[in-house]
């Protein structure tokens, strides 16, 4: 294949992972602009109450389980794929979704749903909370998106029109990161 063929395949993978895969660079996007904006993302706390004799040991094999049922004996049924534990305080996951905590006290367990607004919903897929296709899915875009970039350098330093643009910018680039993320 000759240096035209391939630049012209190279613009078409690239072109083709960045809009296949825009709402997820955008979701990454908006979601960290606006957080270190300072604009809070709602949620919805509900207590649950609990019998007083109930228990879960954080550290059980079957903690996913234990917690369904506990949540089931009060009417909560929840898609939990996974259970957080630390410290005695136990998070349902995918929490991109409602989820309930249950932390251990002194008094016994408190516990508690949450149902997340849009922009917390979206925080949590940002992190890396979400469903776990959805996980295996940012995976796929986290690498799209190092194509992406690679790709984009490799096209721009192909052309001889744009290689030396291309070379200043990721000069400036690099610059900027560097002073602004360590040197500064």
Not at 41 to 61: F, G, V, W
Request: aromatic fraction near 8%.
């Amino acid at each position: 294949m000759n240096k035209v063929k391939t630049r012209n395949l190279l613009i078409l993978v690239h072109l083709f992972l960045a809009a296949f895969l825009a709402p997820s660079f955008l979701l990454v996007g908006i979601t960290g602009a606006l957080k270190l904006a300072g604009v809070e993302a709602s949620i919805e706390d509900i207590p649950i109450e609990l019998p007083a004799d109930t228990q879960i040991d954080p550290d059980s094999a079957t903690l996913k389980q234990d917690i369904g049922t506990v949540l089931a004996a009060q009417g909560i049924n929840l898609d939990i794929e996974s259970v957080r534990s630390r410290g005695g305080k136990m998070t349902t996951r995918p929490t991109s979704r409602t989820f309930a905590r249950i932390n251990e006290t002194p008094d016994g367990l408190e516990a508690s749903l949450h149902k997340p607004g849009f922009q917390y919903a979206m925080m949590e897929l940002h992190k890396g909370h979400g469903p776990a296709l959805f996980k295996t899915y940012q995976l796929i875009a986290g690498i799209a998106l190092f194509l992406v970039i690679v790709g984009g350098l490799v096209v721009g330093l192909m052309a001889r029109a744009y290689r030396r643009k291309t070379l200043v910018s990721l000069a400036i680039g690099t610059m900027a990161f560097w002073a602004l993320g360590f040197a500064i």
